[in-house]
């Protein structure tokens, strides 16, 4: 996939969109409670724990994403600007044990 239009557990600017696969710290290291570089997808349980971690931040970033469905994002390519739709689709790792 072409720089510039995911990052998963990166936080970093410069992306379409930003994946939070959970919420331990070694993947949380960049995000802050005043981070706003774009969307943050998630899982519904990973949500709900969010505010506990980052209370100040601005939720209506989040994008509650329910696993073992597709989604379908419409993002753009960096380089041309023309349309770059993805698809994909959340799988528990079974990592972390706390259920909601
Ligand atoms: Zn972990």
């Not at 696969?21 to 969307?39: A, I, K, V, Y």
Request: glycine fraction near 8%; include cysteine.
């Amino acid at each position: 996939m072409e720089g510039g239009m995911i990052s998963v557990d990166r936080w970093a600017r410069g992306s379409q969109a930003y994946f939070l696969t959970h919420l331990h710290s070694d993947h949380t290291r960049g995000l802050s409670s005043t981070w706003s570089h774009g969307p943050l997808f998630c899982s519904r349980t990973t949500a709900k724990l969010f505010p506990l971690k980052f209370p100040d931040f601005n939720f209506a970033l989040l994008r509650v994403v329910e696993i073992g469905s597709w989604h379908h994002l419409s993002l753009s390519s960096p380089s041309s600007g023309s349309p770059a739709p993805i698809q994909f689709m959340p799988i528990d790792a079974f990592h972390c044990p706390v259920k909601f």
